[in-house]
């Protein structure tokens, strides 16, 4: 353990204790980081903390065997490989030592050939998916069976056991193997929303299909016997070990009254010879629900945004360092795929084509309407991921989405792709309806709408629709606007008519049109008003086309019968006034006799009208688009998409098929602190170049700004909006708590996979709901917060102040904090109150944060009069809590540890300690041999 006191701001060459003793620990740590580098055969007994070939652990120490009890012993993260990168990197920047230059290339090697599955650095800036973990230790089984499609779907799925008292024993051997039992979820009566063993359950239909609009039954799981012998309850407790093989696969639920028959959830750790899979080392894997390889593409794999982050900023110091192509190319598409987390929009579908989904309604809030409401209507996925909907007569189906939306302007594209024929071979209409709102506001929105073409084949066809062309349905006082509709049509056998999608009936809109051909004037032909509400409505103009002269009739109040001449329109539509003034009147009039001749018309509303041929001519062809107002297109630069339903239609029983149904074109800054804000998850998804759906809810942990600080002119909007991201959580916990300094744990966007987690565009101190924050995130929001504040100096930029605000007022609660509390720095921030002391829970990861951050601060010129005293209780309490032990060659020497355990091998060390650790300690010194301005860049040769 060092004691000395530092407190100078500056020193003048590399012999002042404190940069010694700074040196001193990041040689040792470095000792300690090579004597602990090996390879697994048995994580029981062998303990290290990176392997040979470069892959830093998570845990030096032994965890678990069971995913029961626990996540999986080896996992390696991008996390902690790529702070070890940085790490290294700075203690290279502060010391010049070339061997951890070599450590610092190492890693990075490793991180590329592992990580990303040896796929090779693009030469120009792309998508560049990392998996955030591997199996960094021995070769380990896998859970089983697993789903090399869809790795996260794995497992034993609806399997059938039956239940006495919740009580079952999966039985032993094929086809089972409960012997082999790794975990397990819960028993159901129903269908499972998607195929994973951590799946919602849906209801039934009667006819035995899934039920989408409830819920099925559920019945969680108490405790198993694993095949470990061990005891292993829900929350991963061991209750007790050593029970005996035939016992291992007993499942307790927690319903002791289930008795019966039920499905039931679980996975196993099958041996090889029983066709069980060995992940290698190394080898790219997921870790939850279940512990499996991924056997398929690179959209498999998915990188944790704080980890692309932290990637790009060691990418960047490895070329700043060396200057080598390499790096430059690997930080130029790092930046392009953390930049793509951002378009949060980008992947938010209505509806969406997907391998991975059973049901249709995977988006948001969806669900379906059908017409007459006897249609029996299945739902399905085919081969390619496309919906089928399986309609068993003559009718409509109606998808809708309600929670999707979409900031748009007129030049956003509406994207409906659908295909699909009737039982005779005959074609599908649709119509698309959007509902858009000014605001978001519930209840509020004008609805819109468009008719694409007709589907006339089995393939599914994309349709790409600006909204400009789509046109109100409702005038201002809730009446329709009368638009054409074959089903308002009545003729005679020899008049032919069709409903058509016409592409241009002025110019930037298109729409559905009935057509009629008339072989000559002896037919009769209607257009009736009663699928209006009021089955009635006035006669004020008609929008048309005609080759030839035509006639439009009706009735009067008063019974007299009259006509208006609708003269050929050259090709073109053509809106004509309806007016009492241009009526002729009918030379018949049955009902005329002994009433004088009116003068003019006398009508309100009518229930229908005709029209008529008005010459010798045939063959003459009558279109019409609609009745009275011609319906006004949206037209306007801002709005939201609140609703979105496609209704399918058939003359006959049909199958359609449907796939994506979203919005292209779309404004970025839907959300708050959009562009900009980095998401919790970005998933990727097999047989798609798009990103998941679900992003969750934003940390300010997650936020790094440094990815916009290389070219803040043009991220300027980006940069911007996570800076007031951090600034803004700050002010509310300050708020909340009257302590100025942390921060809110998550934000809750306005957005449907927030809305279960609290009221939408809040900050809140819990994540997911009411689960406990990881008090990790509040050092790295400071952290990420003061190295954009450094690289923006660095750069010759200016600097927020937003950005300074924030900083300093961190700088000023922890070092009022430390001072307090005798030099303890915070370490747990509850979710209901402010942080208190725990001198007993050094936290070394956070304590290399506080100290990482405050010199960067430092370095940037932050003036904080409490700055000093700040980074020297950081660096006191690193100093105090370094391992040295009495005993020559403990393998813990020169860690830091929670629990050195002295007298065994398995002492505790986190391996994403290092590099937050070394970065905090080198900048310690960079800062004092260098001095605040100074380029961490400035020493040369660097390499």
Request: with cysteine; hydrophobic share 35%.
């Amino acid at each position: 353990m060092f004691n000395t006191t530092l407190n100078s701001r500056r020193v003048v060459s590399g012999n002042a204790p404190g940069v010694v003793n700074a040196m001193s620990m990041i040689e040792g740590h470095h000792r300690f980081l090579v004597s602990n580098t090996g390879d697994t055969t048995d994580a029981t007994v062998q303990h290290y903390v990176q392997n040979t070939q470069g892959v830093l652990s998570n845990n030096r120490h032994f965890i678990a065997h069971s995913q029961m009890e626990y996540q999986p012993n080896g996992d390696g993260t991008t996390e902690g490989q790529a702070l070890h990168i940085i790490g290294y990197a700075y203690a290279y920047l502060a010391t010049q030592k070339p061997e951890y230059l070599e450590a610092a290339r190492w890693h990075w090697d490793a991180y590329l050939q592992y990580f990303y599955a040896g796929q090779p650095i693009p030469e120009t800036p792309s998508r560049w998916i990392a998996n955030w973990i591997v199996n960094s230790k021995e070769p380990v089984l896998s859970n089983w069976p697993v789903d090399p499609v869809s790795p996260t779907h794995s497992g034993f799925k609806g399997v059938p056991f039956t239940f006495t008292n919740g009580f079952t024993l999966i039985p032993h051997g094929a086809p089972h193997w409960g012997e082999y039992l790794d975990k397990a979820t819960f028993a159901f009566d129903g269908v499972l929303a998607w195929e994973a063993i951590n799946a919602s359950v849906q209801g039934f239909k009667p006819d035995g299909s899934a039920d989408w609009d409830n819920a099925g039954a559920q019945y969680d799981v108490d405790w198993i016997i694993a095949h470990t012998g061990q005891k292993i309850n829900w929350d991963g407790d061991v209750l007790s070990e050593g029970h005996p093989v035939e016992m291992r696969g007993s499942v307790q639920l927690k319903n002791t009254a289930l008795n019966g028959s039920y499905k039931f959830n679980y996975a196993t750790r099958q041996p090889v010879e029983h066709g069980g899979y060995l992940i290698p080392r190394n080898a790219v894997q997921h870790n939850r629900p279940l512990h499996v390889p991924l056997l398929g593409s690179v959209n498999q794999m998915g990188n944790a945004a704080d980890g692309e982050e932290w990637f790009a900023d060691a990418c960047y110091l490895m070329w700043k360092i060396t200057g080598e192509t390499s790096y430059k190319k690997a930080l130029d598409s790092c930046l392009f795929t953390a930049h793509e987390y951002t378009q949060i929009d980008s992947v938010d579908k209505f509806f969406r084509q997907s391998i991975e989904a059973t049901t249709p309604f995977t988006d948001g809030i969806s669900y379906d309407f059908v017409y007459p409401s006897t249609v029996e209507v299945t739902y399905g996925r085919d081969a390619s991921g496309y919906i089928t909907i399986d309609c068993d007569e003559p009718g409509s189906v109606s998808l809708e989405q309600q929670s999707v939306w979409f900031r748009v302007t007129k030049d956003s594209l509406i994207r409906t792709a659908y295909g699909g024929l009737d039982s005779n071979g005959g074609p599908l209409a649709a119509k698309i309806e959007i509902t858009i709102s000014e605001d978001k506001s519930e209840g509020s929105g004008i609805k819109y709408a468009c008719t694409p073409p007709k589907s006339v084949s089995g393939a599914v066809v994309t349709h790409d629709i600006p909204l400009s062309q789509f046109t109100r349905m409702e005038k201002d006082d809730g009446s329709e606007y009368i638009m054409a509709d074959l089903r308002a049509v009545s003729n005679s056998n020899d008049i032919v008519s069709v409903e058509n999608y016409e592409p241009v009936i002025f110019a930037g809109r298109a729409g559905t049109v009935v057509s009629s051909f008339f072989p000559d004037d002896s037919g009769w032909y209607s257009i009736g008003h009663y699928l209006l509400e009021g089955e009635k409505a006035p006669m004020h103009s008609i929008t048309y086309r005609a080759d030839g002269y035509f006639n439009l009739r009706f009735a009067d109040d008063n019974g007299w019968r009259w006509w208006w001449m609708l003269p050929p329109t050259a090709g073109a539509f053509v809106t004509l006034a309806i007016l009492p003034g241009d009526a002729t009147l009918s030379g018949y009039q049955p009902d005329a006799e002994g009433r004088p001749d009116p003068e003019a018309p006398v009508y309100s509303e009518i229930e229908e009208f005709s029209i008529l041929m008005d010459s010798s001519d045939t063959n003459l062809t009558f279109e019409y688009y609609c009745i009275n107002d011609l319906p006004p297109a949206f037209a306007e630069d801002d709005g939201y998409t609140l609703k979105y339903r496609l209704t399918v239609s058939g003359g006959d029983p049909f199958l359609a098929l449907l796939g994506d149904c979203t919005v292209t074109g779309y404004r970025d800054d839907s959300l708050a602190y959009t562009p900009g804000l980095i998401p919790f998850s970005n998933i990727y998804e097999e047989g798609s170049t798009q990103i998941g759906a679900w992003h969750g809810m934003p940390y300010p942990g997650y936020q790094y700004p440094f990815i916009y600080c290389l070219e803040p002119v043009q991220y300027s909007r980006h940069l911007g909006n996570m800076i007031d991201f951090l600034y803004d959580s700050q002010q509310w916990y300050f708020t909340r708590f009257g302590e100025l300094g942390p921060g809110a744990s998550a934000y809750i966007w306005n957005r449907w996979d927030n809305y279960k987690y609290g009221a939408p565009d809040t900050f809140t101190m819990y994540h997911w709901g009411d689960g406990t924050a990881w008090s990790g995130y509040q050092p790295r929001a400071f952290q990420g917060a003061c190295r954009a504040w450094q690289e923006l100096v660095e750069q010759g930029h200016a600097v927020p102040v937003k950005l300074k605000t924030y900083v300093e007022n961190w700088i000023g609660w922890l070092a009022d904090f430390q001072s307090q509390h005798n030099g303890v720095l915070p370490t747990d921030f509850p979710m209901t109150s402010v942080p208190q002391p725990l001198p007993d829970d050094f936290t070394g990861h956070m304590t290399g944060l506080w100290l990482a951050g405050s010199c960067m601060a430092a370095m940037a010129g932050c003036q904080h009069p409490k700055l000093d005293e700040l980074i020297e209780a950081c660096v006191t309490e690193l100093q105090n809590n370094y391992v040295v032990t009495p005993v020559p060659g403990q393998p813990m020497n020169g860690s830091w540890s929670p629990a050195v355990r002295l007298g065994t091998d398995n002492g505790m060390f986190f391996g994403f300690w290092a590099g937050e650790i070394m970065r905090g300690l080198s900048m310690y010194i960079l800062l004092k041999e260098l001095g605040p301005g100074a380029s961490i860049f400035s020493r040369q040769p660097l390499a």
